[in-house]
């Protein structure tokens, strides 16, 4: 079972990556609460972000958790649940840039290229 914490969806290829690489069956996503704060972390909702996702993994008990975010808030949940395998998704950056009425716009694109353990 794999826990998803972060505030995108999965895309396709990832999906086939979790199901064929680490035999990830099920995929959990963080409440609807939770992942509001999750992706609103401030100074002074820091502490508690971190408690109260804590108490959802722990409720959980995912095999692995997909978390991607607030470094600090990473690092916190990623010790303080040492039996759950953390990853993250390695991205390429991919720039573009193209040239619309006179204005060169560029955006990015990033592609997905593996899971890796943190």
Not at 43 to 54: A, G, L, N, P, T
């Amino acid at each position: 079972k794999l826990l998803k914490i972060l505030n995108h969806e999965l895309t396709k290829k990832q999906l086939e990556e979790l199901r064929e690489k680490w035999n990830v069956t099920e995929i959990v996503e963080l409440s609807e609460e939770n992942a509001r704060k999750f992706g609103q972390v401030t100074k002074d909702s820091y502490r508690q972000v971190i408690e109260d996702i804590d108490k959802e993994i722990k409720q959980i008990s995912p095999d692995f958790m997909f978390i991607q975010g607030q470094m600090g808030v990473i690092h916190n949940l990623i010790v303080l649940n040492p039996s759950v395998v953390p990853l993250f998704a390695m991205t390429e950056r991919k720039s573009v840039e193209k040239m619309i009425d006179g204005k060169v716009i560029k955006t990015n694109e990033f592609e997905h290229q593996c899971f890796m353990k943190y």
